[in-house]
């Protein structure tokens, strides 16, 4: 409403409400190596592509005389009320989108304006403290990089615990780092000085670590890290995890049934279908293509999704294939880059307001409505 009204008395908005625009948008924006950071995949980025491309093969039938003048879009999640049932996903540097390098405070000032959590990244820029600070009352989760040391990785696990969060997401596909040609074409964040890493370099077990102080720009960070970060997980380190924390364990980057089956033996809380926005492996499916699979072997555990996510009808795409909650990731970090907190909020918004007429047009008043009616796959029939 607010942004036809505005249309009429000759208002724009200050923001796009699209994401092909907000894109070009950002191209202007962002420094040329962020630039590729943040836009860039594997390869020659065909899973990328297909993760967004996919969504046009499936489809929704709309549903007519049915009342939706209310719809409702919450969710129940971790035990949480949820206002949505999008989240921003978790994304290393955050920070960087922002001029003042507080792109994950500005991030979690969006999260507390909108009731959209934030799912704080291990590569913060910021203590995971100050993020759960700047979130107000929407819940934050938390993203862990396992590192090998297990004394950090329970560190890390136990300060975002103690700083709220809500949830421990425990990213799977990403022990090492893909093969990524904008990067490595690029001399790769040149730009990059001054504080990065905090959440990681104000860990006291990591500073412990060090034989001097934490290197100021990423190529010197990245170097002192290198020997501490990544461990190999094994469905052995589950039950390490479960005695290590209280919180919810989630896993990112199933995309597989057989390994959603796993989770479900291993009495894993959610099971994260998502392959990292074609950040780690090229030639693979796109995500959505394997979350109908993901979700029906997951049973009763929810499934959270990401990976292509551009619009409100992604959102409800996502949710018809059966995800319980859905992670926007490149679209919040160029709003982000655009306007900070409010840019972010307003991408956050935008997909919802999209999300929400989508309902009232298809004649669905929530979201159980929604999963009840499902998906047409448009390659097989109509
Ligand atoms: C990511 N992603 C990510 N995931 C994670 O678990 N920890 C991290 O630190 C990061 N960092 C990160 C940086 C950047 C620049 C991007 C774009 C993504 C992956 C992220 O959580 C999510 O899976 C993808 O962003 C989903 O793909 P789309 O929808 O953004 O294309």
């Known amino acids: 409403n607010e942004i036809y009204l505005g249309g009429l008395s000759g208002t724009l908005p200050k923001y796009p409400v699209d994401f ?63 206002p949505s049932p999008i989240f921003m996903a978790p994304i290393g540097l955050n920070g960087e989108m922002t001029q003042d390098r507080k792109g994950d405070i500005a991030a979690a000032k ?5 009731g959209v959590p934030f799912c704080a990244s291990t590569l913060s820029n910021t203590p995971i403290e100050d993020v759960s ?35 421990l997401v425990i990213t799977l596909d990403t022990w090492l780092t893909g093969w990524r040609p904008r990067d490595l074409n690029s001399a790769n964040f040149p730009q990059l000085r001054g504080k990065v890493l905090e959440n990681y370099f104000s860990d006291p077990v990591f500073r412990s670590r060090l034989d001097r102080p934490p290197e100021d720009d990423l190529a010197g960070a990245v170097r002192q890290w290198r020997a501490i970060f990544g461990k190999v997980l094994t469905w052995d380190d589950i039950a390490w995890f479960r005695e290590a924390t209280q919180m919810p364990i989630v896993l990112k980057g199933i995309c597989h049934p057989e390994d959603a089956r796993r989770c479900v033996d291993h009495g894993i809380d959610a099971i994260y279908c998502s392959n990292h926005g074609g950040r780690q492996a090229n030639g693979g499916i796109a995500a959505i293509d394997m979350l109908p699979a993901v979700v029906e072997a997951a049973g009763d555990t929810p499934v959270l999704f990401d990976s292509g996510i551009r619009s409100g009808s992604d959102v409800i795409k ?53 999963r009840k009616a499902g998906l047409k796959d448009l390659r097989c029939s109509i």
């Open 20 to 82: 092909a625009t907000l894109e070009a948008r950002a191209q202007q924006a962002i420094a040329p190596d962020l630039l590729n950071y943040v836009q860039g995949g594997c390869g020659d980025e065909h899973t990328q592509r297909s993760n967004v491309e996919a969504f046009h093969h499936w489809g929704m039938v709309p549903r007519m005389l049915v009342d939706c003048t209310v719809r409702d879009l919450s969710i129940r999640l971790f035990g949480l009320d949820l």
């Open 110 to 114: 969006a999260s507390a304006s909108t």
């Open 318 to 370: 996502a949710i018809a294939a059966g995800a319980a909650a859905i992670g926007i990731g490149r679209p919040y970090s160029y709003g982000l880059a655009l306007g900070g907190a409010e840019g972010a909020a307003h991408v956050l918004r935008s997909i919802l307001a999209e999300a929400d007429l989508l309902l009232a047009v298809n004649g669905y008043p929530d979201l159980a409505s929604v």
């Open 133 to 167: 600070q700047a979130s107000g009352q929407t819940p934050l989760f938390f993203q862990l990089y396992t590192p090998k040391d297990e004394e950090l990785a329970r560190s890390l696990i136990s300060r975002a615990e103690k700083s709220g969060s809500k949830a």
